[in-house]
């Protein structure tokens, strides 16, 4: 349930930018000669012309959606190119826009703090840019710059197409603004100079919300494209919320948007405007009704994060119509494939940013025979991650069938899955000069970590139900890959932050403090492990995918190839509802792990996970500092 966070005292200024269909873009840079013209890009997948995942804005003037399939598309637009997703291991492979995504980022980035939300938009947020700006007047910036900032779209002032860029330009300069809009001002200034230079630099075009929050940035930044821009100033907001329907909000779009509809009968947002802040909090608790509360004025505290990198590492694969895996083995085939380039992902992310992931989650769509209107979801399952693609995968298989033992419950029954992906996630850095640990992982001459240390699975229970096969249909669509970051430019993106990263090491040790994530990272490596866990104690049940906007629009739309909320998605997931049993058992750590690990990696996890001053404190994971206590005093 979404939390409202303190508002900041100063106002801020922020943005949201979001690439124009991105993929084609990509596409028409490698191919200058598609251009202006209407091309689509498509999924590997032959069924139907493969499902469409970005059109130009050519060819949606023509009705493309990204909805049809590719037949579908030639049939609304027979001049329109269609350009097939480039494919490894027989499925998309969405490296080029990944390595394209970073390029952008690395511009965006320099003018404030950029959280990097999916492979195609950001966040940035420029209040100390634009208060600079405000110290200079007038700033210098060539014309072109104030040219494009005047063509802002700017909520709230009369847009009479005769006179608009006069109205925005006396509303981006005038003298009698009041702070807040003079900082937005400038923001819809620097936002112009960043996307001018995205455009010099790498040929693309983008287009952005300015805002004083990011939900209102993010709201509006789709608002006017392609290659535009629309700034929020405080006075429009109540305008321009009044009308929205609320599950256009970020974290409406699901179970919680539907019961406002439903309990409460909130369509919109100016609906939501007639409850007390109380009356809110009586139906959905204390935070939430505050935030409930708070979203329905525009007030956001939601802070920008200063991360280039991705959140999570997924890859999925959808299998519509006749191509639903519908055994063990053909599910084992894929599985196989998609945690072979998970696997490469996080090594590569291992190896050039320093990050490990702690968390490997399978996501998949299934239905029974003759029941594929249920509204039952496969759940999805998670499991602590251990490195190695032989380990990634084994994993993998047994979370599966983990989700379909579950999901089958005592049903002896045929079964069809249209999608799976396996994402990594809860990521973090590892300390600058925490070499040592790296190189246990990897072992001296490996890039991977060597098979001895792969301590023995014990057995899921399930593996021995009896599955039973069937032909079945079913057109049903999943999102199902992420980031992945394995290029030159990111691994130079990660060097452009190092320096501002180390700064925060102390914030982020906090963060690993009161954990047990990376001993038992560490614990899942070892050779001397005392290998205690059942697997399937260790694995996490989630619903099934639930019914937020970016996830209906993705299953709106067939695609394997989804790459960007999904993102989000999986790791917002897990983040908040996977850590219950296994993230902070700190008892069933088995201290000889740790004592037999090389001294200076002992040393290390000492110095990460520091004892809080507080040891009969009981919040989650407190147990650590008992644990610790001895090993420190001896070490
Ligand atoms: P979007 O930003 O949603 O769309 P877009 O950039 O194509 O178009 P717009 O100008 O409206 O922003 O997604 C970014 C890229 O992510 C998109 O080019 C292709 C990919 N994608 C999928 O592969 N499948 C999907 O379902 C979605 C939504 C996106
Ligand atoms: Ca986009
Ligand atoms: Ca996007």
Redesign the pocket.
């Given at each position: 349930m979404p939390v409202a966070r303190p508002e900041p005292q100063e106002p801020r200024v922020i943005a949201h930018v979001?690439?124009?269909?991105?993929?084609?873009q990509v596409e028409q840079r490698r191919n200058p000669a598609l251009r202006g013209q209407p091309t689509a890009v498509v999924q590997y997948n032959d069924w139907k012309g493969g499902g469409l995942?970005?059109v130009s804005y050519e060819a949606r003037k023509f009705g493309v959606k990204?909805s049809m399939r590719g037949d579908e598309a030639k049939m609304v637009c027979p001049s329109i190119h269609l350009v097939q997703v480039p494919v490894a291991r027989d499925k998309a492979d969405l490296n080029v826009y990944r390595s394209a995504g970073s390029e952008v980022v690395a511009i965006l980035a320099t003018k404030g703090k950029c959280e990097r939300a999916s492979?195609?938009?950001v966040y940035l947020d420029l209040t100390d840019a634009a208060k600079e700006m405000l110290l200079e007047s007038p700033p210098e910036l060539s014309e072109l710059i104030f040219e494009e900032a005047t063509k802002s779209n700017i909520l709230g002032i009369p847009s009479d197409v005769n006179n608009r860029e006069d109205s925005v330009r006396a509303w981006l300069y005038r003298d009698d603004a009041d702070y807040q809009d003079k900082l937005l001002s400038c923001g819809a200034i620097i936002v112009a100079q960043l996307r001018i230079k995205v455009l010099e630099e790498t040929q693309f075009t983008c287009s952005a919300g300015i805002a004083h929050n990011k939900m209102l940035a993010k709201l509006v930044s789709?608002m006017h494209?392609?290659a535009q821009q629309t700034v929020v100033p405080s006075a429009a907001i109540q305008d321009f919320l009044v009308s929205l329907p609320v599950k256009k909000m970020k974290q409406l779009g699901g179970k919680l948007g539907s019961s406002l509809q439903d309990d409460l009968g909130v369509k919109t947002v100016g609906d939501l405007l007639n409850f007390t802040e109380e009356k809110l909090q009586e139906f959905y608790g204390v935070n939430t009704g505050t935030w409930l509360w708070k979203i329905a004025r525009g007030i956001s505290g939601e802070e920008v994060e200063d991360r280039l990198l991705p959140k999570s590492h997924g890859c999925g694969k959808t299998f519509p119509g006749p191509k639903a895996l519908k055994n063990n083995a053909s599910v084992k085939t894929w599985l196989d494939r998609l945690c072979e380039e998970l696997s490469e992902r996080i090594q590569s992310d291992l190896n050039q940013n320093k990050r490990i992931a702690q968390t490997l989650t399978l996501h998949a769509r299934a239905c029974k025979e003759n029941e594929c209107d249920s509204i039952k979801k496969f759940p999805s399952k998670s499991c602590p991650l251990r490195y190695g693609t032989g380990k990634i995968q084994e994993d993998a298989m047994k979370l599966f069938e983990s989700g379909l033992h579950d999901f089958l419950g005592s049903q002896n029954t045929k079964w069809n899955i249209t999608s799976l992906s396996v994402a990594a996630s809860k990521i973090f850095d590892i300390p600058s000069g925490t070499s040592s640990i790296l190189r246990y992982i990897k072992g001296p001459n490996s890039t991977v970590s060597p098979a001895n240390l792969d301590p023995p699975v014990p057995e899921d229970p399930s593996l021995g139900k009896k599955l039973h096969i069937t032909p079945n249909h079913q057109e049903h669509c999943e999102?199902s890959s992420s980031e992945k970051e394995e290029h030159e430019n990111n691994s130079n993106l990660s060097k452009q932050h190092q320096a501002k990263k180390e700064k925060r090491v102390s914030k982020k040790l906090t963060e690993v403090k009161g954990t047990c994530s990376i001993l038992k990272f560490l614990s899942q490596s070892s050779p001397v492990n005392n290998e205690k866990r059942k697997f399937d104690a260790l694995i996490c049940s989630h619903p099934g995918p639930e019914s937020s906007s970016e996830q209906n629009?993705?299953e709106e739309?067939d695609?394997s190839?989804?790459?960007?909320d999904e993102d989000k998605f999986n790791a917002g997931r897990s983040h908040s509802s996977s850590s219950s049993t296994w993230m902070f058992n700190v008892e069933e750590i088995d201290p000889a792990v740790v004592k037999e690990l090389p001294p200076e990696i002992q040393r290390e996890i000492h110095g990460w996970i520091r004892p809080p001053k507080n040891s009969s404190s009981k919040k989650r994971g407190s147990t650590i500092s008992s644990y610790f206590r001895p090993e420190r005093k001896s070490g």
């Amino acid at each position: 349930m979404p939390v409202a966070r303190p508002e900041p005292q100063e106002p801020r200024v922020i943005a949201h930018v979001d690439m124009d269909c991105f993929y084609v873009q990509v596409e028409q840079r490698r191919n200058p000669a598609l251009r202006g013209q209407p091309t689509a890009v498509v999924q590997y997948n032959d069924w139907k012309g493969g499902g469409l995942i970005a059109v130009s804005y050519e060819a949606r003037k023509f009705g493309v959606k990204r909805s049809m399939r590719g037949d579908e598309a030639k049939m609304v637009c027979p001049s329109i190119h269609l350009v097939q997703v480039p494919v490894a291991r027989d499925k998309a492979d969405l490296n080029v826009y990944r390595s394209a995504g970073s390029e952008v980022v690395a511009i965006l980035a320099t003018k404030g703090k950029c959280e990097r939300a999916s492979i195609d938009e950001v966040y940035l947020d420029l209040t100390d840019a634009a208060k600079e700006m405000l110290l200079e007047s007038p700033p210098e910036l060539s014309e072109l710059i104030f040219e494009e900032a005047t063509k802002s779209n700017i909520l709230g002032i009369p847009s009479d197409v005769n006179n608009r860029e006069d109205s925005v330009r006396a509303w981006l300069y005038r003298d009698d603004a009041d702070y807040q809009d003079k900082l937005l001002s400038c923001g819809a200034i620097i936002v112009a100079q960043l996307r001018i230079k995205v455009l010099e630099e790498t040929q693309f075009t983008c287009s952005a919300g300015i805002a004083h929050n990011k939900m209102l940035a993010k709201l509006v930044s789709g608002m006017h494209k392609p290659a535009q821009q629309t700034v929020v100033p405080s006075a429009a907001i109540q305008d321009f919320l009044v009308s929205l329907p609320v599950k256009k909000m970020k974290q409406l779009g699901g179970k919680l948007g539907s019961s406002l509809q439903d309990d409460l009968g909130v369509k919109t947002v100016g609906d939501l405007l007639n409850f007390t802040e109380e009356k809110l909090q009586e139906f959905y608790g204390v935070n939430t009704g505050t935030w409930l509360w708070k979203i329905a004025r525009g007030i956001s505290g939601e802070e920008v994060e200063d991360r280039l990198l991705p959140k999570s590492h997924g890859c999925g694969k959808t299998f519509p119509g006749p191509k639903a895996l519908k055994n063990n083995a053909s599910v084992k085939t894929w599985l196989d494939r998609l945690c072979e380039e998970l696997s490469e992902r996080i090594q590569s992310d291992l190896n050039q940013n320093k990050r490990i992931a702690q968390t490997l989650t399978l996501h998949a769509r299934a239905c029974k025979e003759n029941e594929c209107d249920s509204i039952k979801k496969f759940p999805s399952k998670s499991c602590p991650l251990r490195y190695g693609t032989g380990k990634i995968q084994e994993d993998a298989m047994k979370l599966f069938e983990s989700g379909l033992h579950d999901f089958l419950g005592s049903q002896n029954t045929k079964w069809n899955i249209t999608s799976l992906s396996v994402a990594a996630s809860k990521i973090f850095d590892i300390p600058s000069g925490t070499s040592s640990i790296l190189r246990y992982i990897k072992g001296p001459n490996s890039t991977v970590s060597p098979a001895n240390l792969d301590p023995p699975v014990p057995e899921d229970p399930s593996l021995g139900k009896k599955l039973h096969i069937t032909p079945n249909h079913q057109e049903h669509c999943e999102p199902s890959s992420s980031e992945k970051e394995e290029h030159e430019n990111n691994s130079n993106l990660s060097k452009q932050h190092q320096a501002k990263k180390e700064k925060r090491v102390s914030k982020k040790l906090t963060e690993v403090k009161g954990t047990c994530s990376i001993l038992k990272f560490l614990s899942q490596s070892s050779p001397v492990n005392n290998e205690k866990r059942k697997f399937d104690a260790l694995i996490c049940s989630h619903p099934g995918p639930e019914s937020s906007s970016e996830q209906n629009k993705a299953e709106e739309h067939d695609k394997s190839a989804w790459s960007v909320d999904e993102d989000k998605f999986n790791a917002g997931r897990s983040h908040s509802s996977s850590s219950s049993t296994w993230m902070f058992n700190v008892e069933e750590i088995d201290p000889a792990v740790v004592k037999e690990l090389p001294p200076e990696i002992q040393r290390e996890i000492h110095g990460w996970i520091r004892p809080p001053k507080n040891s009969s404190s009981k919040k989650r994971g407190s147990t650590i500092s008992s644990y610790f206590r001895p090993e420190r005093k001896s070490g």
